[in-house]
């Protein structure tokens, strides 16, 4: 048989001899010291346990001395002189024969008091936390599960730590004996204690902290500086002091140990080489499933944007581990443009790292997937690849149930109504606080919010309630840890709140989340055209767009706060909701009038790129057509007519001078004019329907234009409309009618010279008689409105018979009119600030199909003008 040997050479073997040779002395030590003082051999073996042989199982393992928190009686720490701020790590312990699932919130609240030398109470509140235990296993030799911190013999499993900071500094206790003092204010049932350690940072002269940089160890200077972009080798003496400073270091209560305080010694394993067994948290990104889509503003001016897609680790997409033939993930981009315009792609799935590129121009992008994926976004900036991954905005929401109410103050302006919104989630499940993990797609009945309406002394003056169906989100999420979980999409309340109404107390029939915000009843809606119309945001301040509703706090809003019932709620933009009817063409296009027979100008405005082509737009849309040039056209008509008499525009830049125009259709002569000024509009003598090829002769460079004929793919088209001049001094009044009960939308298209860098202001008033009922509503109608147009150089926008042909800018501007205001006739006042002149047309789109009148004359003969 071969004999092993086994060599131990250099420093390692020295420090292993040396090693074994001090067990074995401090083993005898203690079998002397327990024949000594009679310990029995049990407790003398978990003595050297606990001294020697336990921590080699977590080399990385340090002890931390933690403090109990009391129930009863204050825990005192007394801070060094000049102490800005202590953090404090709190860990609940939660008993071995108890200990839940992993995941599940692990809840506590700790009270604190700041006290001054003269014991005067300087601040004070209640920290709630909301902790959970994450277990791990080496994933090598597959150990029993083990946690990141641990006590030796204690049969307690600590949660995670929770860090809180107290600054000190904006309550004016930079000074000497200033005490912090905690106690445990609440705690979960299966919480048997907390534990706390209390740090300070203390103050060093600026000698001192050099001193200390360089008295300590390679190690300890590495990881100071893990977050420098140098290595500590490299970083100057003033980075190095600011290191230094920035060190915390622990802090022993006062008094004596048994009767003041009991501590315990908490194992901790700061870096742990081994994989959680908790579900794992998602990769880089954002994630997209089946029932969680994503969207990204883009902002006005487009943007290339590099799209990158990972697959979910095994047991993160729903699957079990193992589960063969996954299909791949079927990836769906849309892009949503103004208007009704919109694109879509299929992205192929080509494996983890699923790359898609392309530029887009302002809008919103909605991703989605038939699998669980994430997503990073990236782009190009000076060569260089920048990730513009969008973080979500967030909302907090008070949770309400049958038993839990919320109540909001209503605050009012000269005893006028003030408008008023309430916003109602529902999570998917909400047993206790964070137990929340029903399907996404779970059924929900209805659910019945009640509301009281209370004047100034909290008497009632109306109560109702409402019946709501919240179906599942696929855009938000309930914050619940460091979890996302599903939630409601938002149904909202809309009120006008008398002056006597003071405020509104709401509960519901099982659990809800709301929030609330309001609005001054004369403040005007300002709104930046056209930066508002896009989703992406800016940090700059000066541009920030005004949101519509001003979040409220409600009633004791800390105490809500303090007992968790408060809750985040990540938000995403949504797509525009394209009516079928409109994106088919099948609308009533209707124009509104001043009261007074204003002045005004018919112009041309340059039309949308749509899929349909209406025949009722055939008379009002014409297209640019080329001088000199045989044209091929197909002419159209509406209805039955065969026989067809267009209108020819004509603009030139030398008005004072005359030409003349020579048409031929299919190479025969047509018609033949001598024409005089800047612009005008003439009939042609009648058409057939159908195909046919036109030549137009101009004695001059003249821009014509033509209706009633079809355009190529592509083709620009220009829309005539009549537009009222507005005038600064001299606003306009419109009679409005509104038709339906739903919403319906003002639009006002102004066109302006270009101005640049100045900005064209109009102020919009709705006006009715009488006083809204108080609701509640679905929308509620802002009745003043201010736009703020921004002078671009993106016509033309022509004006017939004008002295100014021309008009260099054009907008488009929505006042909606929200299913608040009953049909019936109201009135809206416009006025222009400024000193330029501007040019309207007010119009509504109403979706459905219409009964249309349409009056045909038919000409007596083939070349008779009509």
Not at 603 to 618: S, V
Request: charged residues 20%; positive net charge.
């Amino acid at each position: 048989m071969k004999q092993r040997s086994i060599r131990i050479s250099g420093i390692n073997g020295v420090v292993i001899i040396l090693l074994l040779a001090l067990l074995i002395w401090a083993g005898l030590c203690c079998v002397i010291t327990a024949q000594c003082h009679g310990v029995a051999l049990p407790e003398f073996i978990r003595k050297l346990d606990e001294t020697f042989l336990h921590p080699l199982k977590h080399p990385e393992a340090k002890i931390s001395i933690c403090y109990q928190l009391p129930t009863e009686k204050w825990l005192t720490f007394n801070l060094p002189p000049a102490t800005d701020a202590v953090k404090l790590v709190t860990n609940a312990n939660i008993p071995q024969d108890v200990v839940p699932e992993p995941e599940t919130p692990v809840l506590y609240q700790m009270a604190y008091q700041i006290v001054d030398n003269k014991g005067r109470i300087l601040k004070s509140g209640v920290y709630a936390k909301r902790s959970k235990i994450t277990w791990f296993t080496d994933g090598i030799e597959q150990h029993d599960p083990f946690t990141a911190s641990y006590y030796f013999s204690e049969p307690l499993v600590p949660a995670d730590g929770r860090v809180t900071i107290l600054n000190f500094q904006k309550q004016g206790t930079l000074e000497k004996n200033i005490r912090v003092r905690l106690r445990l204010a609440g705690k979960d049932s299966i919480v048997s204690s907390v534990m706390v350690r209390l740090y300070h940072n203390p103050m060093s002269p600026e000698q001192k902290l050099i001193r200390q940089w360089n008295r300590s160890s390679r190690t300890k200077k590495e990881f100071l500086a893990r977050s420098n972009v140098y290595s500590h080798d490299f970083l100057t003496e003033q980075e190095q002091r600011n290191l230094m400073r920035n060190i915390w270091r622990p802090l022993a209560p006062a008094g004596i140990e048994g009767n003041d305080y009991t501590y315990r010694k908490l194992y901790v394993i700061k870096e742990v080489d081994g994989t959680s067994l908790n579900p794992e948290r998602f990769p880089e990104g954002l994630r997209i499933d089946p029932h969680l889509r994503r969207t990204i503003p883009v902002p006005e001016q487009g943007l290339g944007i590099s799209f990158l897609f990972r697959a979910l680790p095994p047991g993160l997409n729903g699957d079990e581990p193992g589960v063969a033939d996954i299909p791949d993930p079927h990836i769906r981009l849309q892009w949503f443009g103004k208007g009704i315009t919109r694109s879509s792609w299929d992205i192929p799935w080509q494996g983890d790292a699923t790359r898609f590129s392309h530029a887009f121009s302002g809008g919103l992008i909605e991703l989605s997937s038939d699998r669980p994926v994430t997503v990073q976004l990236f782009t190009k900036k000076d060569g260089q690849s920048i990730d513009i991954t969008p973080q979500t905005l967030v909302s907090r929401t008070i949770l309400v149930n049958s038993t839990q109410s919320v109540t909001y103050r209503i605050s009012h302006v000269k005893q006028l109504a003030t408008p008023f919104r309430v916003g109602i989630r529902k999570p998917s499940g909400l047993g206790r606080p964070g137990s929340l993990n029903q399907h996404p797609a779970a059924i929900h009945p209805p659910s019945t919010l009640h509301y009281d309406l209370l004047d100034k002394s909290g008497n009632k003056i109306h109560g109702d309630q409402v019946s709501l169906v919240l179906p599942a989100s696929v855009y938000d999420r309930l914050i619940d840890g460091q979890d996302h979980l599903p939630i409601s999409d938002p149904h909202y309340l809309h009120f006008n709140f008398p002056h006597n109404v003071s405020f509104i107390r709401l509960k519901s029939s099982d659990p809800l989340l709301v929030n609330a915000g309001n609005r001054s009843p004369k403040m005007a809606k300002l709104t930046r055209v056209p930066e508002d119309y896009f989703k992406s945001q800016t940090h700059d301040p000066d541009i920030q767009k005004q949101p519509t509703w001003f979040p409220l706090k409600p009633v004791n809003y800390n105490k809500l706060f303090n007992d968790q019932r408060t809750y985040l709620v990540l938000l995403q933009y949504r797509p525009p909701e394209i009516n079928p009817d409109i994106e088919a063409g099948q609308f009533q296009w209707d124009a509104f009038k001043p009261e007074k027979n204003r002045a005004g100008h018919f112009i041309l405005i340059p039309a949308q790129k749509k899929e349909y082509q209406r025949d009722a737009a055939l008379v009002s849309t014409y297209t640019p057509l080329s001088a000199n040039t045989e044209i091929s056209v197909n002419v159209e008509s509406s209805g039955l007519r065969r026989i067809i008499t267009p209108q020819l525009l004509f603009f030139q830049k030398e008005p004072d001078n005359p030409f003349s125009i020579r048409v031929s259709r299919n190479g025969m002569p047509y018609f033949t004019a001598r024409l005089v000024g800047p612009s005008g509009r003439l009939y042609l003598p009648p058409l057939s329907k159908g195909p046919q090829v036109l030549k137009f002769h101009t004695s001059k460079s003249v821009d014509l234009m033509m209706n009633q004929i079809t355009p190529s793919p592509g083709e620009d088209q220009f829309h005539k409309r009549f537009a009222h001049r507005l005038t600064p001094g001299n606003p306009i009044s419109i009679p409005y009618i509104k038709q339906t009960a739903d919403e319906e939308t003002l639009s006002l298209a102004v066109a302006f010279p270009f101005i640049a860098p100045q900005r064209l202001k109009i102020s919009a008033t709705l006006h009715y008689a009488g006083s809204l009922p108080w609701g509640p509503f679905k929308k509620l109608t802002i009745p003043h409105r201010t736009f703020s147009i921004r002078s671009d150089n993106n016509g033309p926008v022509y004006i017939l018979n004008s002295s100014q042909p021309m008009m260099g800018s054009r907008h488009r501007c929505f006042f909606p009119i929200r299913s608040d205001l009953k049909p019936g006739k109201y009135r809206i006042s416009l006025s222009l600030d400024g000193t330029k002149r501007a040019y309207v047309v007010l119009y509504r789109v109403l979706p459905g199909r219409y009964a249309q009148q349409k009056l045909l004359k038919e000409a007596k003969h083939p070349h008779e003008k009509l």
